[in-house]
């Protein structure tokens, strides 16, 4: 594992210890201090490799995985990533810093917040550094869910429920058409790797399920980044605390759908698709956000609309730059590599400016109580640094100098109207109505942008209004923003650092062809078009602010009946309503119906297969000899098997039962399996043990008053099901779809050192089964143990039944105590010849376990247990542990999971001994066995009652 | 004959043990599940072909060996079952004593749960 692969697993790590830290520093220290020592490690990491990844150097770095299916856990930092990876890392640490300050240590369930937020940050690096699809992926539906967690963090409120619920349906909904689209991507390139995809451009272009393969992806990419009209979950994510409205709903989260956009460019870019999709989406959302954004009377509300807006913006221009890749080479390319550029610049800003104003808004929220512009105003006397910070959040948002924001803005003008001058893909028409469409919108976001500011911070204050003394806040929530907003002026003065360090590199991701563009970023090209444009947004924003009044209330009249939230809302209802019909249908709540729907299911599937694939088919050629023995055991079951049925006492029919196990156990013995046959016979004894046990406590079995038409659909339905088994079995007989695996075992003995083949399947070729297995038994012993003692006082155990049952009879105490002898030694000899001979650890703990029991029924359970002293259930975890440590114990020799060896050792009295780890195996197996035996034994003998 | 005979005996089984499960009776219900587990068990053991070897076990000298897979599928089965019908019985028996009865006809819940 390579370093960078280890800074994406951090903070998972952190998220594991993040708990156990804050239940030691509950009262002392705010855990956020622990936590911000990850995204600041991070950021640190990564500062070196700026200057490395802008002179064009790319790392890949490869994690095997899953190599068989071509799923490897590649790391690859190249431009693109790497700003990426700066934003989640350093607004991580400005976040992290300032939800100190705003999360009270003393009210807040912090390590929730922060295992959270953690979850999120390693699921994003993730993300970004993917180079295999499926495990962006996963990555990618990380987010999602940690998104999730974080908006439902108070969850005790209706709204953040909601929220959580519609983000996560949206996001995921679109996550797995992302997944169609990848899957489809793989099928067309035939490989898993983004890096691949892109260097076989040409010819997946001609494939068929290329556009598919594009909508699909795309829609993963506009749903997570709040696209029109999937936009409307993000307006409702805002319930989430404010420091996570500024982490992922605007600067790194909503982001990943642009990311997605920007890395496949080089795959689908060049075609005109491509082109539209992008723009078309990223243009309708711009003005769609910033309409909205206008008449929001919630501050988080306006700066969601925003975002939604300002999302756009980026995305159309990632949309216009596409066209670079068609026009592959020239001045005309570059003129449209140029957009990329401005959507990767404006992604920087955008991060800055809002990041700051989302933290201003918080500190507005938690000083005044409220973000209600209705009954905000006048707080710039009484926070003043606050009021600068919001200032310069807002003019750079509204693409004013000398802020950020105006430089991205005025490149988006060029860009657009590139649109006008160089159009492609038949643009020709369409230009004028993006510029107008992009010019408008433009005005809108600067009145919004009045509004948050002039709104909130001028006009008259309305104490009365507010439940608190407003005043400034600390210093150390104020830290955060102005870090921001520093960023925000000085990236206006210095606009080409960010772009010989960010832009270029990135550029060279996203249009190869246009690795070396030399792009310049100057605030003051002269009276050109972009000037005029943004002077007549400014004028007309002015203008439209100042008439709010006797605009504003034309939003009313909008229908609400005809919005996407509306239609969200009836989809919901309209599906929960129906599926809770349909369900009610067939979920009766009689357990007797569900099992006819199994039984009814088996015939269909079964037989229905079996007849229309034309599986019935009888050989009879090879069928081995019955000799009158055989037939007697075959009676005999047969006689057993319907004494169970027709049974009218409990005691006959466990009898009956116990009966017809030992015969199978005698007929495995005729088709060759010994070890089959000593479990059987085993297990037998104990599973009529734990009959009589439980059935004791039972009333007796009384005949079924039911009615004929009941008995004699069971009779239908039993016999159908018996009947197809029967041809089932049949069919299956000497018929074989592929050559038989078997032979591969015979070899045990080279392979494993194994003579018996059945005990080195269990233990060695099949070691993970049976380790599995053996939890499953744990499993069930302490679901035994729990059942019984369900809402016990924990009392200590009153009587025992198997010492109510013992018998005073001198004979069987003197014939027990040799027998018992003989049973633990024929079990350590069953467990240690297992490997060559009939036995293993199965059967020797269940031995061990009929002997324990014999024990018990035969002396009082004081005297045992002070000969005795082993907690079974203990025991049966020992079990399992060393299972899984003899497992884990291959690691240290570099082999995968349970390998097991083997070899001869010399030893004093014995001489030639072999000796196989898969022994030490074993004897975990026998441990779990035992201690499951008689935990389950003993819990039900010691039962009150 | 043999897997003749066999098959007869696995669909009678799965006849019987389903017959039981449909019952009303908690009891009958195990009753019937441990018999189709044998009749799963021999499904199986037929499947692999029924005496076409010695016992796999290397230590001994024969020409061929009887199918090594279904043995240890069984063996795994047999073991699992035994765990399962513990918990069967222990939840039918907990059933009983919080409910008093068995019959899972009287043991529906209320509407609210």
Known sequence: MSSLHLMIFIPFIFAIIVPFIHRQCIQRVHTGWFVLAVPLSILLYLIPYIRAVSIGKTIQLELQWMPSLGINFTAYLDGLALIFALLISGIGALVILYSIYYLSKEKEALNNFYVYLLLFMGAMLGLIFSDNIFVLYVFWELTSISSFLLIAYWYQRKHSRYGAQKAMLITIAGGLAMLAGLILLSIITETNSIREMVSMVGESEKHKLFLPAMIFLLLGAFTKSAQFPFSIWLPDAMEAPTPISAYLHSATMVKAGIYLVARFTPVFGGSAEWFWLVSGAGIITLLYGSINAVQQKDLKALLAYSTVSQLGLIMSLLGIGSAALYLKTGNESSVYAFAVAAALFHLINHSTFKGSLFMVVGIIDHEAGTRDLRRLGGLAALMPVSFTLAVIGSFSMAGLPPFNGFLSKEMFFTSILTLIEQPVFGIRALAMLFAIVAWTASVFTFIYCMILVFKTFTGKHHPEKLDKQVHEAPLGMLVSPMVLASLVVMIFFFPNVIADYFLKPALAAVVPGQAGLDIHISPWHGWNAEVIMTLGVIGCGILLYRGLKKWLPVYQRYPKGLTFNHLYQLTLEGMEGLSFKVTKRYMTGIVRDYLVYIFFTIILVIGGALWLLDGISFYFSNNAPVNAYEMGIVVGMIVAALTVLLAKSRLTAIIALGALGLLVSLLFVVFRAPDLALTQLVVETVTTVLFLLCFYHLPELRREKSKLRFKLTNLLISLGVGAVFTVLALSANNHRFSETISSFFEDSYTLAGAKNMVNAILVDFRGLDTMLEILVLAIAGLGVFTLIHLGDSGQAVKSNLLEKIKSNDVILRTVTKAASIIIFTFAIYLFFGGHHNPGGGFVGGLSSAAGLILLYLTFDSETIRENIQVDFKKLAAAGVLIAVMTGAGSFLFQAPFLSQTFGHVELPVFGDTELATALIFDLGVALAVVGTAMTIILTISEDES | ?113
């Open chain 2, 1 to 113: 004959m043999m897997e003749i005979l066999m098959s007869l005996l696995v669909g009678l089984f799965f006849t019987i043990g389903t017959y039981l499960i449909l019952s009303k009776n908690l009891m009958r219900i195990i009753l019937g599940t441990s018999i189709i587990t044998h009749g799963v068990h021999l499904l199986i053991l037929t499947m692999g072909g029924l005496k076409n070897g010695g016992p796999p076990l290397l230590g001994e000298s024969f020409a061929a060996f009887t199918d090594s897979l279904p043995q240890a599928l069984i063996l795994t089965s047999i073991v699992i079952n035994f765990a399962v019908t513990a918990l069967f019985l222990v939840l039918s028996y907990r059933a009983y004593k919080t409910l008093g009865t068995v019959d899972i006809e009287e043991m529906r819940g209320t509407a609210d749960e």
